[in-house]
């Protein structure tokens, strides 16, 4: 009875399946910053957090935990995303809506550690970095946005100093990425010190993540082709040769040693 094996995932496949899941976070990113552009409504402000459920459940799966640290925080990030489903769903318009958009930055919040992380950790530069340094840069946006539609849900529904109004987290993301990439129209800002403090957070957070993420990678992506690859000193291994194939060698080597053999030394005789 023989059992079979199954292969291990080699290295290289190991990676190919993380550059795979982050090319679906960041997918997953995008689709939701535009799904919450063009559509409003309490149904996609839940669908919104399972979306960030997946996004902060994928950094998770990719991040260096232990497998049963994973398995804890997925079934806490569950629960936490259920019930602030529920809570939004009761409150839409107030401080249960708040708490469901707390929920949301700090998952987001978590998820850009995560990837942070894992980009920093790398020691090379591959498509994985590129993709994980947009999804935090994404992530970051979302985060923030979630943060001031909380504020403005906690405030009495006011937040902008020019008074408006705001029902659903569109203007919220626009104000966020506006401040994130220091651009500043000037046609929303925030009008109490609790959001003007939050937002000059922002505005550094962008920068600082710019000056220091992105430089790396693109150091990184400068050392990478600089140099060319370094020769390996060690032999590259070779096939093993079957052992039947190896005694039929030795016993035709050997058989061929024995013709022409001639003796040397004292026992050898010279002839008269």
């Known amino acids: 009875m023989t059992t079979r094996l199954e292969p291990r995932a080699t290295p290289a496949g190991h990676r190919a399946r993380i550059a795979n899941r982050t090319g679906v976070l960041l997918l997953i990113l995008v689709f939701t910053y535009l799904l919450s552009a063009f559509v409003k409504g309490v149904v996609i402000s839940a669908f919104q957090i399972v979306l960030f459920l997946a996004v902060v459940l994928i950094a998770v799966r990719n991040s260096t935990l232990k497998r049963r640290s994973r398995h804890i925080a997925a079934l806490i990030l569950l629960a936490g995303s259920i019930l602030a489903a529920i809570s939004l769903a009761l409150d839409s318009k107030g401080p249960g809506a708040g708490v469901a958009n707390m ?9 850009a550690v995560l990837i942070v992380r894992r980009v920093l950790a790398r020691p090379e ?6 993709y994980g340094a947009i999804s935090a840069y994404l992530v970051l946006g979302l985060m923030f946005a979630a943060f001031y539609y909380a504020m403005y849900h906690f405030g009495g529904n006011t937040f902008f100093a020019q008074g408006e109004h705001v029902g659903d987290t569109r203007i919220f993301q626009y104000f966020s990425f506006v401040t994130l990439t220091t651009t500043g129209y000037g046609d929303y800002t925030a009008a109490g010190s609790g959001g003007q403090a939050v937002a000059v957070i922002e505005a550094i957070t962008g920068v600082v993540f ?3 993420l992105v430089a790396r990678l693109v150091a990184g992506f400068r050392g990478a082709g600089g140099a060319g690859p370094a020769a390996d000193p060690t032999p590259a291994p070779t096939q093993r040769e079957p052992a039947g194939a190896r005694r039929a060698r030795t016993r035709r080597s050997g058989a061929s040693g024995l013709v022409g053999h001639r003796p040397s030394g004292p026992a050898r005789r010279r002839g008269p």
């Open 125 to 130: 530069i591959t498509l994985q970095s590129i």
């Open 210 to 212: 710019l000056a220091t």
């Open 103 to 111: 929920w949301t930055a700090l998952i987001l919040l978590l998820s």
